[in-house]
């Protein structure tokens, strides 16, 4: 607009009339500011909407307030709440796993201090320098490690079956609860289907706008 259009008189005050004018500019601008705030705030909830049916599954709750946690725990968490015999298994097992470290330790230390010993043996039997003692010390030092290794031969292959055992337990409980957390996912999916509609509608607005830019010279 020719804003030249308000000049009434050639006098530097400004005209009332203009005052008025720019008064109803603001305040016409204004609303529309508002309006097309709210209109785009509906038009996000809309999108929202139709993105994801907002039906509930039986794991829904806890994928609400999902965040990086590791999904199968989060959802077999869930599952445990309301199933006494699942809560029962986990129990034992979480059971089994201290007593599996409180069992290990009670060999570990007595192991670890022999097997220093020797370590610390060889090594300064190596600083002897009569060569004759030193190889008599080496030997000597040889017969006793070798001897130990004899006795706890026993022990260090029970304590690789309790190790192997504990593997495959919790290798069979992981794929337990990947099976019992299977269904609630497909669940969950089933309840959410994913809807096209809010992403063909903003394509199509793209490829407006995009046509409407290659026009333009």
Excluded: W
């Amino acid at each position: 607009m020719d804003v030249t259009i308000f000049r009434l008189s050639s006098t530097n005050k400004e005209n009332p009339i203009k005052k008025i004018m720019k008064k109803i500019l603001f305040a016409s601008a204004l609303i529309l500011s508002t309006l097309s705030c709210k209109e785009n705030k509906s038009r996000n909830a809309q999108v929202v909407e139709n993105a994801v049916d907002n039906s509930e599954s039986s794991v829904s709750g806890s994928l609400k307030s999902y965040r990086d946690e590791n999904m199968i725990d989060k959802i077999y968490s869930e599952l445990i709440k309301n199933d006494k015999s699942l809560k029962a298994l986990d129990d034992k097992l979480v059971k089994l796993y201290d007593e599996n470290r409180k069992v290990l330790e009670l060999y570990a230390e007595p192991l670890h201090k022999s097997e220093s010993f020797y370590l610390d043996a060889k090594s300064q039997a190596g600083t002897i320098k009569d060569s004759i003692l030193k190889q008599q010390m080496e030997k000597e030092i040889k017969i006793s490690s070798d001897q130990y290794d004899l006795k706890i031969s026993k022990v260090k292959e029970l304590m690789a079956k309790v190790n192997q055992n504990s593997d495959d337990i919790n290798n069979q409980y992981t794929a337990f609860k990947i099976r019992k957390t299977l269904p609630e996912i497909e669940k969950y999916q089933n309840a959410h289907p994913l809807k096209t509609d809010s992403l063909e509608n903003f394509i199509k607005k793209q490829n407006e706008l995009l046509n409407e830019l290659k026009k333009l010279k």
